[in-house]
């Protein structure tokens, strides 16, 4: 029997592309390397919230996976006890099930200190590694530059006996943090700097979220990944490319050992347009209350999106699209936006919704009457069938759907222009009603009664329809307009002596107070998804109470109008 038959090559899921790590697995089920097993992990550190970025990593280590019949760790790597936390630990479980995967195991890097600290004594026995005397800043001194080779600790060539008997006192607590450190003793001439005698071990008097106050020396993360990765027999252990010069440490330490023998691949970390991936600096904006928190819905995080309104279906047909590589880019945040419009244009209901309203009055529509239109729930999904919505004397429209006088262009209401009410009647204006500063405060019209459902019996088109509430009827709601975070395409672009936070963008919130909805939606719960016909997705924001809705703009419906307007300018 040939080997292709014991592990027969699997149909390629059809929408995703192939890349190098997946042809890379194919490769080693051809070979039948591993008995034909691919085993992921994703890893992430406990250090703060989950962002688009790690959707890719986790779309990549479960999806590849999950394709080639084999399974995903979930490993928190929780190797630094100084900024972790189990309301992080918490999130970063609920964000890889909203996201569609479920982990094999749900394991921890802390759960193998004792496995790692076992593994640094062979080590030392080896003669591959020493107790340093050396403060960080003289390590960091004698580590060399890439032009230069490092210089040896005087440290380095202590005996195995001296060492064995220094890091057990490490670990028993006689020396003070940062006193001492445990090294790899590899090569401090190697043109590599992560070759250069990099250290394992350092003392750190931390209580850690699991091990408590057992340890007050810690694996350092070169140290305990590749050792993690092979203690679960991880077959394909992919990371983002800043991972690519530790990667013959990595080889180093499974080789020395002679462990199980993990393999590294690297990839391309995600990097959006006016979007910030780096826990640390979402972490600063949620500190120093930049944004509401982690799940501010204009936060990058898996939290702030789904808050938002984002799919999980469009985040992962996403991160199929744009493929995986080996060089670093930047993607158009426009591109994210454009595949959470395509889903939700196919799954969410419409409703009609004016956001700045403006008083409408059909003078010839009989007072006190109400009707019922028939109202199409989705376009793309017939199956999602009608609605009633109720039409009466005075509606709601938008401000900016009306003009006094028009400009050049301008095909919607304005004196004596006739327009379709979606669902409606065809409605001309006649007249205005100002306030004291010369606002228009109400437009008066006359409906056409034989245009009921918004066809004339004469054939007689309208350029334009709009969409309206009726007032009597109207639910009252809160709307949060989102614009970009940050007003630079490159949030890190900043004059000397700034930081990022010189980049956000003063009007990325804008709120709504007295929005007028169709009430139809007074049964909404928070995470329903909407389209407000001719404004954009709208998501129920979990701030909804029984009194109050509140929603937020997932995602605008392409604005040609914005264009025309440019264009004329
Ligand atoms: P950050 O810089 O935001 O803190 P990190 O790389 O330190 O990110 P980890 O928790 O260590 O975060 O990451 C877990 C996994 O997610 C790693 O394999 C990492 O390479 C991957 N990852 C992190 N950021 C991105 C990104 N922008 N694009 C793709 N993968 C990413
Ligand atoms: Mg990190």
């Known amino acids: 029997m040939s080997i292709s038959k014991i592990n027969p090559e699997p149909a390629p899921a059809a929408p995703t592309q192939s890349n190098f790590i997946r042809d890379h697995m194919i490769e080693d089920l ?16 406990p250090n703060g919230y989950l962002h688009i970025g790690h959707a890719k990593a986790i779309c990549l280590d479960f999806g590849l996976a999950d394709e080639f019949g084999g399974g995903t760790n979930l490993r928190f790597d929780d190797t630094n006890p100084e900024k972790e936390e189990t309301e992080y630990v918490e999130s970063i479980q609920e964000d890889v099930r909203w996201l569609g995967f479920e982990w094999e195991n749900l394991l921890y890097a802390s759960d193998y200190f004792d496995q790692l600290y076992e593994w640094a004594v062979q080590l030392i ?22 032009t230069e080779p490092g210089k040896e600790s005087p440290h380095r060539n202590r ?5 064995l008997d220094l890091f057990a006192r490490m670990k028993a607590g006689e020396f003070p943090d940062g006193s001492r450190c445990l090294r790899a003793k590899i090569d401090m001439a190697s043109p590599n700097l992560n070759m250069r005698d990099p250290v394992m071990y350092r003392i750190l008097r931390k209580p850690h979220h699991r091990t408590g106050d057992k ?92 808050r938002r309104g984002y799919t999980p279906e469009a985040l992962r047909t996403f991160v199929a699209n744009i493929g ?61 069938g009608t ?66 459902g918004g066809n004339a019996p004469d054939g007689r088109k309208v350029k334009s329809t709009i969409h309206w509430v009726s007032a009597a009827h109207a639910m009252d709601a809160e709307v949060r307009l989102y614009d970009n975070l940050f007003s630079n395409p490159n949030p890190n672009d900043v004059p000397e002596g700034k930081d990022f936070t ?29 389209q407000f016909e001719r404004l954009g997705y709208f998501c129920v924001d979990p701030d909804t109470t029984p009194e109050k809705l509140v929603f937020n703009r997932t995602v605008a419906l392409k604005d040609t109008w914005t264009k025309v307007e440019k264009k004329n300018a």
């Open 30 to 45: 051809k070979t039948n390397k591993h008995g034909g097993r691919i085993w992921t992990r994703f890893p992430p550190e």
């Open 125 to 146: 026995k080896k003669g591959k590694a020493y107790v340093d005397d050396l403060s960080a800043d003289e390590i960091r001194q004698y580590r060399g530059t890439l």
């Open 159 to 163: 005996s195995v006996e001296e060492n």
């Open 215 to 306: 340890w007050c020396i810690y694996p350092l993360y070169d140290y305990a990944h590749g050792q993690s990765d092979s203690l679960e027999q991880i077959t394909h252990s992919m990371c983002t490319l800043e991972f690519e010069d530790h990667r013959p440490l990595y080889n180093w330490f499974i080789k020395e050992l002679d462990i199980f023998p993990s393999q590294q691949f690297e990839f391309d970390r995600l990097s959006l347009t006016y979007t910030l991936l780096s826990k640390r600096k979402l972490l600063q904006l949620v500190r120093d209350r930049h944004v509401r928190g982690w799940d501010d819905p204009r936060m990058p995080t898996i939290s702030g999106i789904r």
């Open 324 to 384: 995986v590589s080996k060089t670093q880019g930047t993607l158009e945040l426009a591109m994210l936006e454009h595949f959470v419009r395509d889903d939700l244009n196919e799954r969410a209901l419409r409703v009609m919704a004016v956001l700045k309203p403006l008083k409408l009055v059909i003078d010839n529509y009989p007072e006190g009457q109400a009707e019922e239109m028939d109202a199409i729930n989705n376009p793309e999904n017939p199956s999602a």
């Open 387 to 452: 609605r009633k919505v109720p039409f009466s004397r005075v509606l709601y429209i938008e401000q900016d759907d009306f003009r006094e006088v028009p400009p050049k262009g301008y095909f919607r209401l304005s004196p004596g222009k006739e327009v379709r009410l979606r669902y409606g009647y065809f409605v001309t204006a006649q007249s205005v009603v100002k306030n004291a500063q010369g606002e228009v405060v109400e437009v008066h019209a006359t409906y056409d009664p034989g245009t009921r």
């Open 502 to 530: 010189a980049n956000l963008n003063p009007n990325s919130l804008e709120i709504v107070a007295n929005a007028k909805l169709e009430p139809s939606l007074k049964n909404a719960r928070a995470g329903d998804r909407f």
